[in-house]
């Protein structure tokens, strides 16, 4: 009897007290203005559409005369509407202890509300409401970038408040890595209400806290003259440009979708044709998409070797156009048949000979090479402020282990050396990497340069090679794009800056060793051809941009990536992001 009268009299006094006050008193949360997205010069990127939402009173009979009074007026108003659908959502949501407007239209334009709100504001059932909605006046072009937002579901909903309250969230891109920025907070008002809950007084106002801006380091016409350029070639890939300090100033996967399909629910139809297109326009291949590096990381692979054995890039090889390994007579051949001759560190880059690199692993063993290759940037994430970034992989003996719990062989090793085998990475860990040994720093790449006022900072990471190992591979890049014997001599050695650079060709099916004539990619099934790479940095002497270009089964980087590089190039040149004087560099 104690217990229960302590229940009775103290327990329950709160909950009735509660219950008491909020039958007096009603709180409505104020949704703050999704905070707008814009280029490097002030170009918006996400922007926020005018409009207002419709809602209906509560405890509304569907079927009355009263509930079809409101939705005829509606759908007499706003045609497009469905009187259907609108009742259903009404339906679902309608219950005796729920005492708020019931929202049913999500969204009309400013335009169109204004010629019905004073016809439609004098019916006491029906509730306008400010609304915004998402747009992107640019599309396609920053798509995989930018991302957007769509309807939250009940995961999201419980995660966050303000998602809850608002209904929206980013789902990709910076619109989801920002999201908790870009959202806001909510603001509220507590309203004195009457027995029919009408609002008589208001008790308290807090704003909600609201443009919540980013500014980034893209340029967007530096990014749609890149997406033409792939459209105009009928080519899928990817091109990345960056400041080798970590500001990413374009970077374009090809093809993209139009972000605006999301933003109010996509139709299946719209869904079913970017899940069927086979060049996966919805796949971001900046971060997402995962390639085997080819030749493009020769140049790691030979700091890797000096880091492991210092001294070891002194002594030159031998090609001759393939090598065995003891006894077996599999032949691992370079892709010059006849052979490079002796080579040494700098011919090997400019030239691409296989064998150099083979012969090398051998030596070093892939264990070292991937330690030493991962702590360069490759086959881990880069940092970038972009969501659910893929690792890549680059294999030792361990991760052949787990993966396939089998031994790794050597001449596994050996095809690792140039970029094949189970090698894969992402194009931005290339350019991020290529960043590196222009400037010896490893940085964290940065698309985002001012989040809600604050001045981003990318981090920076002091790399250490032996000198002269380096400057030899940087003339090697010199001499890829300057030297008539250089893999992208053709494309790039007329541009007013100088270039340093290197192609890749990466393979996606295996040749034969029964094979003589090798087939020139040109007579290769599409889905049979390399994929073709060139990442590059300029000035060489004194660098200031990263351009990685990777399309997808384009043969040769030298013919097919490097024209890309080279009108980008131009492109920087043109606009003045170069600084005065870099045109009169020479060697």
Same mark, same amino acid.
């Given at each position: ?19 008491a @006050? ?7 949360? /104020? ?11 002030? #170009? ?18 569907? !079927? $009355? ?46 335009a169109?509300?204004?010629k ?22 640019? +599309? ?11 309807? $939250? ?5 419980? @995660? ?25 907070? *909510? ?6 209400? =009457? ?50 300090? &970590? ?16 933003? %109010? ?41 000096? @880091?492991t054995?210092?001294?070891? *890039? ?24 006849y052979?490079? &001759? ?22 070093? +063993? ?16 880069? +940092? ?6 893929y690792? &890549?992989?680059?294999?030792? @003996? ?14 596994? =090793? ?6 094949q +085998?189970?090698? $894969?990475?992402?194009? *931005?860990?290339?350019?991020?990497? =290529? ?6 720093? /490893? ?8 989040? !809600? ?22 003339? %090697? ?5 300057? $030297?008539?014997? %250089?893999t ?6 007329? *541009? ?12 996606v ?50 013919? =097919? ?8 190039y #131009? ?6 992001y170069? #600084? ?8």
């Amino acid at each position: 009897m104690i217990i229960r009268l302590y229940h009775l009299s103290i327990k329950s006094n709160y909950y009735y007290e509660k219950l008491a @006050k909020e039958n007096i008193e009603r709180k409505e949360y /104020l949704k703050p203005v999704r905070g707008e997205i814009t280029d490097v010069n002030g #170009k918006l990127l996400a922007m926020n559409q005018i409009g207002f939402s419709i809602s209906i009173m509560p405890h509304l009979k569907s !079927d $009355s005369e009263r509930f079809n009074k409101v939705t005829d007026a509606l759908q007499e108003t706003f045609p497009d509407i469905n009187a259907t659908v609108l009742k259903k959502v009404y339906k679902k949501h309608s219950s005796p202890y729920n005492h708020k407007f019931i929202k049913v239209v999500d969204f009309i334009p400013y335009a169109e509300m204004m010629k019905a709100y004073t016809k439609l504001s004098m019916l006491p059932e029906i509730k306008i409401e400010a609304e915004t909605k998402r747009y992107y006046p640019y +599309g396609k072009y920053v798509a995989h970038i930018v991302g957007y937002t769509g309807r $939250s579901n009940q995961k999201e909903n419980k @995660k966050d408040k303000v998602v809850n309250i608002v209904g929206k969230v980013g789902k990709s891109g910076l619109e989801r890595y920002y999201n908790d920025v870009l959202q806001g907070e *909510l603001g509220y008002v507590v309203n004195k209400v =009457t027995a029919t809950n009408r609002a008589i007084e208001v008790l308290e106002r807090v704003p909600p806290k609201d443009n919540k801006n980013i500014t980034l380091n893209i340029d967007i016409e530096l990014q749609r003259m890149i997406y033409e350029e792939f459209a105009k070639m009928k080519e899928t890939g990817v091109a990345i440009v960056m400041k080798v300090t &970590g500001e990413i100033i374009a970077a374009v996967s090809y093809p993209a979708y139009d972000p605006n399909l999301f933003v %109010g629910g996509i139709s299946s139809k719209d869904w079913k044709a970017l899940q069927e297109d086979l060049a996966h326009p919805f796949t971001n291949k900046i971060t997402h998409g995962t390639y085997p590096p080819g030749s493009s990381i020769k140049m790691g692979m030979a700091l890797a070797f000096d @880091k492991t054995y210092p001294g070891i *890039l002194e002594h030159p090889e031998y090609c001759n156009g393939f090598i065995t390994i003891g006894n077996s007579k599999h032949k691992f051949r370079c892709w010059k048949h006849y052979g490079h &001759g002796m080579v040494e560190l700098r011919k090997a880059i400019r030239e691409s000979c296989d064998v150099y690199f083979y012969n090398k692993s051998l030596k070093v +063993g892939i264990d070292a090479m991937a330690k030493q290759l991962r702590s360069f940037g490759l086959g881990v994430k880069t +940092g970038v402020d972009l969501p659910r970034e893929y690792n &890549g992989v680059i294999p030792d @003996k361990a991760w052949k282990m787990r993966r396939f719990k089998q031994p790794w062989y050597k001449g596994e =090793t050996v095809i690792a050396s140039i970029g094949q +085998g189970y090698d $894969s990475v992402t194009p *931005l860990q290339v350019a991020r990497y =290529t960043a590196m040994i222009a400037t010896s720093k /490893l940085v964290t790449p940065r698309v985002a340069k001012v989040v !809600d006022g604050n001045l981003t900072r990318p981090k920076v990471k002091q790399m250490h090679f032996n000198p002269f190992s380096l400057s030899e591979i940087r003339k %090697g890049m010199y001499d890829v794009c300057n $030297s008539r014997k %250089g893999t992208a001599y053709k494309a790039m050695h007329k *541009l007013p800056i100088v270039v340093a650079g290197k192609t890749g060709t990466s393979q996606v099916t295996s040749i034969p060793q029964s094979t003589v004539r090798r087939l020139k990619e040109s007579e290769l099934a599409y889905f049979h051809r390399s994929h073709a790479w060139i990442t590059t940095y300029a000035p060489f002497k004194d660098p200031q941009f990263v351009v990685t270009v990777l399309v997808e089964h384009g043969g040769h980087g030298g013919s =097919t990536s490097g024209p890309i590089a080279a009108k980008i190039y #131009k492109w920087l040149y043109e606009h003045h992001y170069f #600084k005065e004087g870099s045109e009169k560099e020479k060697k």
